[in-house]
């Protein structure tokens, strides 16, 4: 997938990446949300971005999938993760993949989301992690891949709290709450 291919301006206003619409948003923007959320409803706001994540990749991914433009395996995976790498999210490199268990590990640097420093605040509330939109992400794409929806992702290092990098586990949510995750 060449950038030429897969960043486009189809005319004036509109931006596509693959075949979302897309505009740039800035971090301060984002962040600002992400406050106001915190501030209106509390640690929830986590999963809202989780969600958020969950249904905007879902979104994005599933005529891909269908398509075989991406396919269900561990390149359909890693090909949808350097989508989102792209498209602007961070330097995220998937560093193990196992089709059968379910599971996989992310690894990024320069992450969208991690990238303002006054991000202490969130440490406070944090549940699964920081980099909440890139978690619904990484896990939506699991769910594509596997047919299975029962796929969580949780951050286990954040760059936002001082971590070398941001790491992502995938893993049926079985899994995850036999180790003490909470979602
Ligand atoms: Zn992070």
Do not use: W
């Amino acid at each position: 997938m060449s950038d030429k291919e897969f960043i486009n301006i189809e005319k004036r206003g509109m931006i596509k990446v693959g075949i979302a619409r897309m505009a740039l948003f800035p971090i301060s923007d984002l962040n600002a949300l992400y406050d106001k959320l915190v501030e209106l409803i509390g640690p929830v706001a986590n999963k809202a971005f989780y969600l958020a994540g969950v249904e905007g990749a879902t979104t994005f991914g599933n005529p891909m999938f269908d398509r075989d433009i991406l396919q269900k395996n561990e390149s359909g995976y890693n090909a949808a993760v350097e989508a989102y790498s792209q498209a602007g999210f961070g330097n995220f490199y998937v560093k193990e993949f196992n089709f059968d268990e379910g599971t996989a590990f992310v690894s990024g640097t320069e992450t969208f989301e991690a990238s303002d420093g006054q991000r202490q605040i969130v440490a406070q509330i944090r549940s699964n992690g920081h980099c909440n939109h890139s978690r619904g992400v990484f896990a939506a794409f699991m769910r594509l891949v596997t047919n299975r929806k029962d796929m969580e992702c949780v951050e286990v290092k954040c760059e936002a709290l001082g971590d070398a990098t941001c790491d992502f586990k995938i893993a049926p949510r079985k899994v995850l709450e036999r180790e003490d995750f909470i979602f």
